[in-house]
């Protein structure tokens, strides 16, 4: 026989049956070798995910909040500033604040023109802290408003005005 033959005749013989699986080693090492760089890969791109998506999902939940809390409009700007870089004369004196973030909300005017309601610059060390604030800072004001949305409604519901209140009787002080 041809050497050919030959190895085409002892890869099709018959495998006795002696208590084994009848799989060669070769067949078992490379399937376990391709289950282990698929673990590895798996493993490593979500690795990789959970690094870059929390800051994906941080940015879009605070603009969520925000089209939520502003609902005529707003808008943001965020900037870093660089070691040796002028800073505005309201910045913190604290060196290692160096985020800022401007932010505006807008409301419908009179006229149903769009208008500048409230403009706000904040400082923070990180871009996160810096949307954080920006959040914080807009959910106070909201519940500020829902205060004194409840005040004016209380105090129009006692018939009384809703002017600002009162300093006090007239000619006495409180000191």
């Known amino acids: 026989m041809t050497p050919a033959i030959h190895i085409l005749a002892m890869q099709n013989t018959v495998q006795k049956s002696g208590g084994s699986i009848g799989v060669s080693i070769e067949i078992i090492v490379a399937t376990v070798l391709a289950c282990a760089l698929l673990t590895a890969t798996v493993l490593l791109l979500t690795r990789f995910r959970r690094r870059r998506d929390p800051m994906f999902f941080r940015e879009q939940h605070a603009r969520e909040q925000m089209q939520r809390l502003?609902?005529?409009?707003?808008?943001?700007?965020?900037?870093?500033?660089?070691?040796?870089?002028?800073?505005?004369?309201?910045?913190?004196?604290?060196?290692?604040?160096?985020?800022?973030?401007?932010?505006?909300?807008?409301?419908?005017?009179?006229?149903?023109?769009?208008?500048?309601?409230?403009?706000?610059?904040?400082?923070?060390?990180?871009?996160?802290?810096?949307?954080?604030?920006?959040?914080?800072?807009?959910?106070?004001?909201?519940?500020?408003?829902?205060?004194?949305?409840?005040?004016?409604?209380?105090?129009?519901?006692?018939?009384?005005?809703?002017g600002p209140p009162a300093a006090g009787p007239r000619g006495t002080t409180d000191r």
């Open 70 to 162: 502003c609902p005529n409009g707003w808008t943001a700007r965020i900037m870093l500033y660089g070691e040796g870089a002028p800073l505005p004369d309201d910045a913190p004196s604290a060196g290692e604040r160096k985020v800022c973030v401007e932010w505006t909300e807008y409301e419908q005017g009179p006229t149903g023109h769009t208008e500048v309601a409230v403009a706000r610059r904040m400082w923070s060390r990180t871009m996160t802290g810096a949307l954080r604030g920006m959040l914080a800072d807009r959910q106070l004001d909201a519940e500020l408003e829902r205060i004194e949305r409840k005040v004016i409604e209380d105090a129009s519901g006692e018939g009384g005005e809703t």
